[in-house]
Structure formats: structure tokens, C-alpha cells
């Protein structure tokens, strides 16, 4: 009788430890990449896949509204006016303070396409992309 009563328990935490490493497993894992203050309100929000041929410069640059975006493939120089330019690579997030000029924002390969997602957060109606003439 005893030996059944242990032998019970036994199976009773087996069956216990195999749901809790099933669950284990069906956990969703999150990870932090960039936390921002926005003071405004959002009118709308307007995502863009954006794809950079090889060696592909963006010409200098400023938003007329925060954007937010990763890099989905390659890798890119990102550079803001008054920072050091920064490698950007296939899963890294970025933002775009609104109206601050991009100097740089440059696929780095010569063989191949660097693509990123890009989301502009809108107060209104304005641009999502203002091109400067000047060169830095």
C-alpha cells in the first residue's frame, strides 16, 4: 500500500512537471527594443515597406511627423543631425524625431537590397517625407 501511494505520487508529479514544461514552451517571449515619449495626438498612423538598392544613398532629410521602423533585411548607416552615425542591421528598430534632419540613412551593401519598415505617426494631413537640397 505504500509502495502504490508513492508510486501515485510519483506519476502525479511527472504528469505535473510535463504540463508545466508544455507551458513553458507556449510562452511568448518579448524583448524591449525602444521606448518613446510622443507629446502629440495621432490623427493617423501610415506604415511603409521601404527597400534600398545596393549601396542605395537616401538623400538628406527630415519628417514632418515622428517615425518608428526596424530593419527587416541588410544593413544601414543611420545618421542624425548633431549624433554619431549608427549600424543599423537586420532586426534593430530606429526613430526619426520629427523634424530633425537625417543626414544619413544608407544601405552599406554593395551585392545586396537593405529593406526596413517605416511608420509615420501623423497629427494631421502632413507629409510623411520632406528631401533637402542641401549636402552634409
Do not use: W
Not at 51 to 73: D, N, W
Request: glycine share 2%.
Amino acid at each position: 500500500m505504500k509502495f502504490s501511494k508513492i508510486k501515485s505520487t510519483l506519476i502525479l508529479l511527472l504528469m505535473l512537471l510535463s504540463f508545466s514544461c508544455k507551458a513553458q514552451k507556449n510562452i511568448i517571449q518579448r524583448e524591449d527594443l525602444q521606448h518613446i515619449i510622443l507629446d502629440q495626438h495621432l490623427h493617423q498612423v501610415e506604415m511603409q515597406k521601404i527597400t534600398l538598392k545596393k549601396a542605395q544613398k537616401a538623400p538628406a532629410h527630415f519628417h514632418p511627423c515622428p517615425v518608428i521602423g526596424f530593419v527587416v533585411e541588410g544593413e544601414i548607416t543611420f545618421e542624425i543631425a548633431g549624433q554619431k552615425p549608427k549600424l543599423l542591421q537586420s532586426g534593430d528598430s530606429f526613430y526619426e524625431p520629427k523634424n530633425v534632419k537625417i543626414l544619413m540613412f544608407n544601405n552599406n551593401s554593395q551585392i545586396r537590397e537593405a529593406k526596413f519598415i517605416a511608420i509615420y505617426l501623423k497629427e494631421d494631413n502632413e507629409k510623411s517625407i520632406q528631401i533637402l537640397d542641401f549636402v552634409k
